[in-house]
């Protein structure tokens, strides 16, 4: 029955889709939905490679086979694309569908190959690769059903893939779409020595359907290669945001910059850093898509299309500038302005330090309360970095609040100035011990690192009596904290509609265990059901824990039930409950 070996690869042939947007493919969904993510998104040390077609937060969807093909190969992983399924069309064109919650039974049988291949080799993530022609799919046939498998809530990731790379599937597929993306933000920035040193924001507004810069004409300094960044997003169906099709930059109605996710080429996801602001993928709490319009970095492109270098000119008159953000559909959002470079504007760097990616550095506030050393090779580009105690109580609070903690578990709070500053590896953060820590090593304190506008993230913390300071480990040089721990895990029942599933014959309770500071050490859990212990699995992506029933317990009736887990800080989190299973 099974056509193909294990393997971990599978080969492409060239080929190319660029004829064949002629209603061969349909929509893989079974149902009218939009998008949660498209081609060219950040994915944290890449691009996105297809789009992510919402769910409605539902599993058992209907998924279907985008065009006539054969299968070529399944997988099932714990992790990545999860159940996932890749089918050939032929002329070197696959189709990827990831995250599924289970193979189709009727044609091929794959839903009951899985477990045999599974326990027959004793492994949890198995691939399968099939060889023969017998396992064909007709355009709009069922092949599996959509979940949540993998990583992520429960969606639909869809591919097209060629020889060259991940072709843009909405060049594919019949999609409506009437609204045109938003313009938010815009930055105009400087560099000085080849990193980034001047930078301000200039926010965006909508009057009467037009998008409107917050003043007229914008300063530059007077030295320095200037160029501006974009904040804009889209929406397909769905209330998420997601990335532009194609932006463009005229000056003085001369192209000077555009970018365009036709195609995604292999070799592209090394340049992801080029493309996007990593440090604000959140901006005022929201998810944001904040876009360099310059190629700052001189990088060659396998499939992407990117035209001129986006630098503004040096002259000193005011130039016009006009910003277009464009969807696949061709709804454009338009933004039009003034620059002028501004002889009494100039770039200072006082007080901060140049971190030469080649040698690294090592930077310190001016009070010694925080050290930050960055490696040789830590850095992706040149920067200038700067760290400074933060006092405003306000802020202070604030931090608190976002960690559900009192203000005073606040114990110390830094700012970065980093200015794109990116990690290709962890810097090393020192933090002082202030008088009135008594008890450092008491493994209560924590590190947290973010970026303005994103959540707070801990990390593995140790205190160094040598330099009286807690030591950790981030690539996030936005925010630095010093958190004192004494919060228990949350341990919560779900909503009721998500408490009970039953699956395989068996039933299966949730509990909801979280942990925003040190984080949960997993290996502390306990769960009884009448006062006998039962094993429990952890779904990281829904942050529960599922306990599958015996079957005694699955009679009608009153049951008591305990979880009991502990936080890396060592504060402990109960649950004890009456649920009726």
Same mark, same amino acid.
């Given at each position: 029955m099974?056509?193909?070996?294990l393997?971990?690869?599978?080969?492409?042939?060239a080929?190319?889709?660029?004829?064949?947007?002629?209603?061969s493919?349909r929509?893989?969904?079974?149902v009218?939905?939009?998008?949660?993510?498209?081609?060219?998104?950040?994915?944290?040390?890449?691009?996105?490679?297809?789009?992510?077609?919402?769910?409605?937060?539902?599993?058992?969807?209907?998924?279907?086979?985008?065009?006539?093909?054969?299968?070529?190969?399944?997988?099932?992983?714990?992790?990545?694309?999860?159940?996932?399924?890749?089918?050939?069309?032929?002329?070197g064109?696959?189709?990827l569908?990831?995250?599924?919650?289970?193979?189709?039974?009727?044609?091929?049988?794959?839903?009951?190959?899985?477990?045999?291949?599974?326990?027959?080799?004793?492994?949890?993530?198995?691939?399968?690769?099939?060889?023969g022609?017998?396992?064909?799919?007709?355009?709009?046939?069922?092949?599996?059903?959509?979940?949540?498998?993998?990583?992520?809530?429960?969606?639909?990731?869809?591919?097209?893939?060629?020889?060259?790379?991940?072709?843009?599937?909405?060049?594919?597929?019949?999609?409506?779409?009437?609204?045109?993306?938003?313009?938010?933000?815009?930055?105009?920035?400087?560099?000085?020595?080849?990193?980034?040193a001047?930078?301000?924001?200039?926010?965006?507004?909508?009057?009467?359907?037009?998008?409107?810069?917050?003043?007229d004409?914008?300063?530059?300094?007077?030295?320095?290669?200037?160029?501006?960044?974009?904040?804009?997003?889209?929406?397909?169906?769905?209330?998420?945001?997601?990335?532009v099709?194609?932006?463009?930059?005229?000056?003085?109605?001369?192209?000077r910059?555009?970018?365009v996710?036709?195609?995604?080429?292999?070799?592209?996801?090394?340049?992801?850093?080029?493309?996007?602001?990593?440090s604000?993928?959140?901006?005022?709490?929201?998810?944001?898509?904040?876009?360099?319009?310059?190629?700052?970095?001189?990088?060659?492109?396998?499939?992407?299309?990117?035209?001129?270098?986006?630098?503004?000119?040096?002259?000193?008159?005011?130039?016009?500038?006009?910003?277009?953000?464009?969807?696949?559909a061709?709804?454009?959002?338009?933004?039009?302005?003034?620059?002028?470079?501004?002889?009494?504007?100039?770039?200072?760097?006082?007080?901060?330090?140049?971190?030469?990616?080649?040698?690294?550095?090592?930077?310190?506030?001016?009070?010694g309360?925080?050290?930050?050393?960055?490696?040789?090779?830590? $850095?992706?580009?040149?920067?200038? !970095? #700067? =760290?400074?105690p933060? *006092? &405003?109580?306000?802020?202070?609070?604030?931090?608190?609040? %976002?960690?559900?903690?009192?203000?005073?578990?606040?114990?110390?709070?830094?700012?970065?100035?980093?200015?794109?500053?990116?990690?290709?590896?962890?810097?090393?953060?020192?933090?002082?011990?202030?008088?009135?820590?008594?008890?450092?090593?008491?493994?209560?304190?924590?590190?947290?690192?973010?970026?303005?506008?994103?959540?707070?993230?801990?990390?593995?913390?140790?205190?160094?009596?040598?330099?009286?300071?807690?030591?950790?480990?981030t690539?996030?040089?936005?925010?630095?904290?010093?958190?004192?721990?004494?919060?228990?895990?949350?341990?919560?029942?779900?909503?009721?509609?998500?408490?009970?599933?039953?699956?395989?014959?068996?039933?299966?309770?949730?509990?909801c265990?979280?942990?925003?500071?040190?984080?949960?050490?997993?290996?502390?859990?306990?769960? $009884?059901?009448?006062?006998?212990? !039962? #094993? =429990?699995?952890?779904d *990281? &992506?829904?942050?529960?824990?599922?306990?599958?029933?015996? %079957?005694?317990?699955?009679?009608?009736?009153?049951?008591?039930l305990?979880?009991?887990?502990?936080?890396?800080?060592?504060?402990?989190?109960?649950?004890?409950?009456?649920?009726?299973?």
């Open positions: 099974i056509a193909g070996a393997a971990c690869v599978v080969a492409v042939c080929g190319t889709i660029a004829a064949r947007g002629d209603g493919y929509w893989p969904l079974g009218a939905t939009g998008l949660t993510g498209t081609l060219g998104e950040w994915r944290a040390v890449h691009l996105h490679q297809g789009i992510d077609i919402s769910t409605l937060t539902r599993n058992g969807l209907p998924v279907l086979a985008a065009g006539d093909g054969r299968l070529v190969r399944l997988m099932s992983w714990r992790r990545g694309y999860g159940n996932a399924l890749i089918l050939d069309h032929g002329g064109i696959l189709t569908y990831g995250h599924l919650g289970g193979f189709e039974e009727s044609r091929h049988g794959l839903g009951a190959l899985v477990p045999v291949v599974k326990a027959l080799y004793n492994a949890d993530d198995i691939t399968l690769e099939f060889s022609r017998e396992h064909r799919y007709r355009r709009g046939e069922r092949i599996a059903d959509s979940g949540e498998s993998g990583s992520g809530v429960s969606h639909l990731h869809f591919e097209f893939r060629d020889g060259r790379g991940t072709p843009n599937p909405l060049a594919l597929m019949p999609v409506r779409d009437a609204d045109a993306p938003i313009i938010t933000d815009v930055f105009v920035c400087a560099l000085a020595g080849g990193a980034l001047y930078e301000r924001r200039y926010r965006v507004t909508r009057e009467n359907g037009r998008h409107v810069l917050e003043t004409i914008i300063p530059l300094p007077r030295d320095g290669a200037a160029f501006l960044k974009v904040a804009c997003h889209d929406r397909l169906g769905v209330d998420n945001r997601i990335a099709y194609r932006l463009e930059l005229f000056v003085d109605d001369a192209s910059y555009a970018l996710f036709d195609h995604v080429g292999w070799g592209d996801h090394r340049h992801a850093i080029d493309l996007y602001d990593t604000k993928l959140r901006l005022d709490g929201a998810t944001s898509y904040v876009y360099p319009l310059a190629n700052r970095f001189g990088a060659g492109y396998a499939g992407l299309a990117m035209i001129n270098g986006g630098f503004l000119p040096s002259g000193g008159s005011v130039m016009r500038v006009r910003i277009v953000a464009r969807d696949f061709g709804n454009a959002a338009e933004l039009a302005f003034s620059v002028r470079r501004d002889d009494a504007l100039a770039i200072d760097t006082a007080g901060r330090t140049f971190a030469d990616r080649a040698r690294g550095a090592t930077v310190r506030d001016p009070d309360g925080c050290d930050i050393r960055v490696g040789a090779g830590g $850095l992706r580009t040149n920067a200038w !970095l #700067a =760290v400074r933060i *006092r &405003d109580a306000s802020i202070r609070h604030g931090v608190a609040a %976002r960690l559900g903690i009192g203000a005073a578990g606040i114990v110390r709070l830094f700012s970065v100035a980093h200015d794109d500053a990116v990690c290709a590896q962890p810097a090393v953060v020192s933090l002082k011990r202030p008088p009135k820590v008594s008890d450092a090593g008491s493994g209560r304190y924590v590190v947290c690192s973010w970026y303005d506008g994103g959540l707070p993230r801990s990390h593995p913390t140790r205190y160094d009596p040598r330099a009286d300071a807690f030591v950790a480990q690539k996030t040089l936005g925010m630095l904290a010093l958190v004192r721990d004494d919060a228990p895990p949350d341990v919560v029942l779900p909503p009721t509609h998500e408490l009970f599933e039953d699956r395989d014959g068996a039933r299966f309770v949730r509990v265990l979280a942990d925003r500071i040190s984080g949960l050490d997993h290996g502390s859990i306990v769960c $009884l059901v009448d006062g006998e212990p !039962l #094993a =429990v699995s952890y *990281r &992506d829904r942050m529960w824990i599922e306990i599958e029933l015996p %079957r005694e317990h699955l009679a009608r009736g009153v049951h008591h305990l979880v009991r887990c502990r936080d890396r800080a060592g504060n402990e989190g109960i649950l004890r409950s009456l649920v009726a299973f």
